[in-house]
């Protein structure tokens, strides 16, 4: 697909800032990092065969290759084939089809546990760690290297799907992992070569307008914009046969309604304080 297909499909619209480049900027932009990123689309149906282990340490190199805050490097990464752990992990996750089929599930920890670890060898204070600013650190830290696995991961042919369905359980999920305290696992990751009888499809995302502020932030420009993404989800929902229950907004409002639906992780913070956070 050439790039302006991919930007159209990722707009869900041929509206969208970058329809009016020339072709000799648009072909200035179309680099192949561009397209890979473009291309993106959560996979959830995979073939069996696995994942080589150098495959999992290619992504481990580009996940450990991405800014991480002050080199403190606070994250870690638990790879998962056994089919029983990654069914107990299912379970606990929100039973996800997609868990039990891929043949590689990654688990992504916010790791305070080897800072912690080394300032009790070198015996120097490291009270930073029991602050919510490190909680936050670690979380971002491990999400950057994690999407940074997973663009080299499509690169090479596989496709992804993150799984915050983790959370729901993060006890129980630590005990499985034999997570040492002061480490959070904030989000799984299937892996497997996508099945092509199963091809899943660009998701359009809102308009630039609405993510994409000038100086400051313009409120108003997100209606406007909410009413137009509507449509083009109503558009896409159609085409992909997904039985998705009202307009967008409605939709993702439903799913924010309150402690039904966070399906365990209204009691995150008190799991993951027992997980040795204290998030001061
Ligand atoms: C942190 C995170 C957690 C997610 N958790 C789940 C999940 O538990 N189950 C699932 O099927 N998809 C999950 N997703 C995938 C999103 O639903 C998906 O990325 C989003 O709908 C956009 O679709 P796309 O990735 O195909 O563009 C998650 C994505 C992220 C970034």
């Not at 680099?31 to 282990?53: I, Q």
């Not at 990654?86 to 990654?106: T, W």
């Not at 499509?154 to 997570?179: P, S, T």
């Not at 046969?241 to 009691?267: A, F, I, Q, Y």
Request: glycine share 6%; aromatic share 8%.
């Amino acid at each position: 697909m050439s790039i302006k297909n991919l930007l159209n499909a990722r707009y869900g619209s041929t509206q969208h800032p970058l329809a009016d480049l020339s072709s000799e900027a648009l072909n200035a932009l179309h680099t192949e990092t561009f397209e890979g990123l473009l291309k993106h689309r959560s996979v959830r149906a995979y073939e069996t065969r696995a994942v080589p282990e150098h495959t999992v340490e290619m992504m481990v190199a580009a996940a450990q290759s991405a800014s991480n805050s002050s080199n403190f490097q606070t994250w870690s990464v638990v790879s998962v084939t056994d089919p029983e752990r990654k069914a107990r992990l299912n379970a606990v996750s929100g039973n996800q089809k997609h868990i039990d089929a891929c043949p590689l599930f990654l688990v992504w920890i916010a790791d305070l546990a080897r800072l912690r670890s080394l300032g009790e060898q070198r015996q120097v204070p490291h009270a930073s760690l029991d602050y919510l600013e490190s909680f936050l650190v670690a979380n971002i830290d491990a999400a950057l290297a994690a999407q940074n696995a997973a663009v080299a991961a499509e690169a090479a042919g596989l496709g992804v799907v993150y799984i915050g369905g983790i959370r729901n359980q993060a006890d129980v999920v630590a005990k499985e992992l034999g997570l040492p305290s002061s480490s959070f696992a904030c989000f799984g990751m299937c892996v497997g070569y996508p099945d092509p009888s199963k091809p899943a499809s660009i998701k359009p995302r809102l308009p630039v307008s609405a993510v994409l502020h000038k100086e400051q932030y313009d409120q108003n420009a997100f209606d406007v914009a909410t009413r137009e993404y509507n449509t083009i989800m109503n558009r896409f929902y159609t085409d992909q046969k997904m039985n998705t229950p009202g307009e967008w907004d409605l939709h993702t409002l439903s799913r924010l309604s309150g402690e039904k639906v966070l399906r365990g992780r209204e009691n995150l913070k008190k799991n993951v304080n027992h997980l040795g956070f204290e998030l001061k």
